[in-house]
């Protein structure tokens, strides 16, 4: 689902993985159509970053 949000509202993914700055600043990127394809990317990017950080936590007992 996040993945789907990272593609068609890039800014959003950054907003659900507690990173508002870094939404804020997608969501002014996003706004040119040319914009739109880095902010996908990035929000992918950030996504699988997220995603490694929480897997981490678990193996070391963190709180994700």
């Known amino acids: 689902m996040r993945l789907l949000i990272a ?3 890039p800014f959003l993914l950054f907003f659900t993985v ?5 939404g804020i600043i997608c969501l002014i990127l996003q706004i040119t159509l040319i914009g739109w394809i880095p902010a996908a990317i990035w929000a992918v990017y950030a996504l699988s970053q997220y995603n490694t950080d929480k897997k981490i936590a678990a193996a070391t007992g963190g709180h994700p």
């Open 7 to 9: 593609l068609l509202l």
């Open 18 to 22: 507690g990173r508002p700055i870094a």
